[in-house]
């Protein structure tokens, strides 16, 4: 099974937002930029399913490349969507408190933001879709989702311990794409 991963255009959001599942929209002109930048990559086979999450900065995307013709179909999946980050959705980092976020950031893997989720909970979810889509005999999918979500991915592929599992990197940029073999 081969997984397109694209990541979802720029979101407009203000810098040093703390945002996952918080549903934004799209900075002005970043859909027209990323439908560009894939057509300029040339690595996102046409006519394949897709399966996006249900954010908007990933449907609108979906949605352009089936209007295209590039996509057979597309179904969203709410297991891609971004890291629920609870209650510090919609506020600035500083806002929340150094505190809380060192608090999260000594624990990465089983710290549960309050009102949210733990990364160990995000792998749990993003390993359940892996794992169901293998099983209905899919071969090859287009995945529009979050850069948290493309990391899970890449790092359920690597087989690492999931002490190893970074969200923050590889660093990803808005509308890259990231093929990967199951």
């Known amino acids: 099974m ?3 991963q694209v990541r979802h255009p720029q979101p407009d959001v203000v810098p040093g937002t703390c945002y996952g599942r918080l549903d934004v929209g799209l900075v002005p ?18 006519g394949l399913p897709c399966v996006t999450s249900p954010a908007r ?5 979906a949605d352009a490349l089936l209007a295209r013709g590039d996509l057979a179909n597309v179904r969203d999946d709410p297991r891609l969507l971004e890291m ?3 209650d510090w959705e919609g506020r600035h980092w500083d806002e929340i408190g150094a505190d809380a976020v060192d608090r ?6 089983d710290h549960v933001i309050p009102g949210g989720e733990s990364a160990r909970q995000v792998l749990a979810r993003v390993a359940a879709f892996v794992e169901d889509t293998a099983r209905s005999g899919e071969r090859d999918l287009v995945v529009i989702a979050h850069a948290g979500v493309i990391r899970s991915l890449l790092h359920l592929k690597s087989g690492q311990p999931i ?5 923050d990197a590889p660093p990803l940029a808005y509308g890259s794409i990231t ?3 199951f």
């Open 2 to 4: 081969t997984l397109f």
């Open 29 to 46: 002109g970043a859909l027209a930029a990323s439908l560009d930048a894939l057509d300029a990559l040339d690595a996102l086979p046409r």
């Open 57 to 61: 900065r990933c449907r609108e995307l």
């Open 84 to 86: 629920n980050f609870g």
């Open 104 to 109: 999260w950031a000594r624990d990465r893997i």
């Open 163 to 167: 002490e190893h599992w970074r969200f």
């Open 179 to 181: 093929r990967l073999d």
